[in-house]
């Protein structure tokens, strides 16, 4: 087993608060990673088994409540996303229990391959582990950004994950979410655009996308394979744009990837009272 040491890098960002003071948060990255050979790196049908979480977290280093029950709020709202089974854990322990945890399932899908594959039975088993001195390799990986945006009142969180466990491709999950350092809360779509502006909003994405892939219009749009478009509530209140991201295969053929569509806030500021206020 070749084990990478449990890390921790703190990176300290200063956010000014709209008042009289400023309050210091600090975003605390927690990094794990563990890869092992179930059945030895000799064995004829080798396993290579990989996973590696890297994930942020805020911290409250004053004393003042409101500023921790808002960094509680917010993490408490991240954890529900990345890690829910692991919720109650210690943060400097959630990356290490999720790694392992990954492991352990690899582990279980890697022994019955295996035994599929001594039995004869591969009516259940990919192509690419038919052939018994082929490379098979697993793995799941979550990696995950923290910033601070829009008008430094605002945490910016992003992430990915991958799984892959055989097949033709692996499967790719992206997420996005922004929040209010004012309350904790999370910031969501109905609260910036009423359903008149998602409309324009929707018009507009396509017209980003017909330049993106330098085409005529919709119809060439379409004929990438790209449509059924609509306004991702997964988007990101950056400093200087707003960014709505999708996963693969939800707007276009799995070979584009997650795609990211950005406007400058001045391109869009027109269709949100939010925005304009900012």
Do not use: W
């Amino acid at each position: 087993m070749t084990r990478i040491k449990y890390t921790f890098l703190i990176l300290i960002v200063f956010l000014q608060f709209y008042g009289c003071k400023q309050r210091e948060i600090e975003i605390v990255e927690y990094t794990y990673s563990d890869s092992i050979h179930p059945f030895g790196p000799s064995y004829s049908n080798e396993y290579k088994i990989k996973s590696v979480i890297k994930f942020n977290l805020l911290k409250s280093t004053s004393n003042d409540p409101i500023e921790q029950k808002i960094v509680k709020s917010i993490n408490n709202s991240i954890l529900d996303l990345i890690a829910p089974d692991f919720k109650n854990s210690p943060s400097d322990s959630i990356a290490k229990y999720l790694v392992e945890s990954n492991i352990s399932e690899m582990s279980s899908l890697a022994s019955e391959r295996e035994r599929l594959l001594r039995s004869g039975d591969l009516s259940e088993t990919p192509l690419s582990y038919d052939d018994p001195n082929s490379l098979s390799e697993f793995t799941m990986s979550l990696i995950t950004d923290c910033k601070y945006g829009l008008g430094d009142s605002i945490i910016c969180y992003s992430g990915s994950t991958l799984t892959y466990t055989g097949g033709a491709h692996p499967g790719d999950y992206v997420f996005a979410q922004s929040y209010s350092l004012n309350n904790g809360s999370k910031i969501r779509l109905n609260s910036l655009f009423d359903q008149k502006s998602k409309s324009e909003l929707c018009r507009r994405i396509t017209n980003k996308l017909i330049c993106r892939e330098n085409v005529k219009n919709e119809d060439e749009l379409k004929g990438l394979g790209i449509n059924d478009i609509f306004v991702s509530d997964n988007f990101l209140l950056g400093k200087d744009t707003m960014t709505f991201r999708y996963d693969a295969c939800t707007i276009a053929p799995y070979v584009y990837g997650p795609i990211d569509i950005y406007f400058l806030y001045d391109e869009i500021s027109d269709l949100s009272p939010y925005l304009r206020e900012k």
